[in-house]
């Protein structure tokens, strides 16, 4: 599948890179970084223009964001009401709600590069638990400016050396997931045992 989508890359252009950053925005398991270094590095060799594909790529990440926030701003009010019905659902419900309103900006703007895998999920908490829409597009923006500058930028200068630093970004990428996952890990326990004590 993934040189399918090479070959549409370099038969579509930047078309091809917007459509795929557009559907990884919604969880849709794509090559999307993978494919901007590949666009970046035809953009090296004359192939493709440089411009066109990372606004391509920019503007599908941002309409693939929007459409997460959308989707879950109007998932959650349709389940809303049955979830309200248990206390504790309700509770974890409004600290659920809180916890993105007063730091939802950064985790928004950290999980369109830093933590991409984690993105799409961020949109659709985001939008169900009604982040600020100025604030959520704001970070949302700035971090998906950040990934296509990142990633096209680093397979137009990449050139011919591109399989190198392909498998260097996806250890990279491995390692900053895993360590965000053992310290989230690691927090909810300190939390558990401090609540125990």
């Known amino acids: 599948m993934t040189d399918l989508l090479f070959e549409l890359v370099t038969e579509w252009g930047a078309t091809a890179l917007a459509v795929v950053t557009f559907l990884s925005c919604l969880a849709v398991p794509v090559p999307s970084s993978m494919m901007m270094l590949a666009a970046g590095a035809f953009a090296a060799s004359g192939d493709l223009a440089l411009m066109p594909v990372a606004a391509s790529a ?24 049955w979830l309200r019905k248990s206390p504790a659902r309700a ?13 939802g900006g950064s985790a928004v703007f950290l999980s369109r590069w830093l933590f991409s895998i984690l993105g799409p999920y961020v949109n659709l908490l985001s939008g169900g638990m009604r982040l600020n829409w100025w ?50 890990l690691g927090y909810a326990l300190w939390r558990r045992r401090r609540r125990q004590a």
């Not at 599908?60 to 809303?80: K, M, S, V």
């Not at 392909?166 to 491995?174: E, Q, Y």
């Open 58 to 81: 920019l503007a599908g990440a941002i309409l693939g964001d929007q459409a997460g926030y959308q989707l879950g701003r109007f998932g959650l009010a349709a389940t809303e009401g």
């Open 91 to 103: 509770g974890v419900l409004d600290r659920a709600r809180a916890s993105i309103q007063a730091r």
């Open 135 to 184: 604030t959520f597009t704001a970070a949302a923006i700035t971090g998906e400016v950040i990934w296509v500058m990142v990633y096209v930028g680093l397979g137009y200068s990449a050139g011919s050396h591109l399989a190198e630093v392909t498998t260097l970004l996806g250890n990279v990428t491995g390692l900053a997931t895993s360590l965000l996952v053992t310290l989230g």
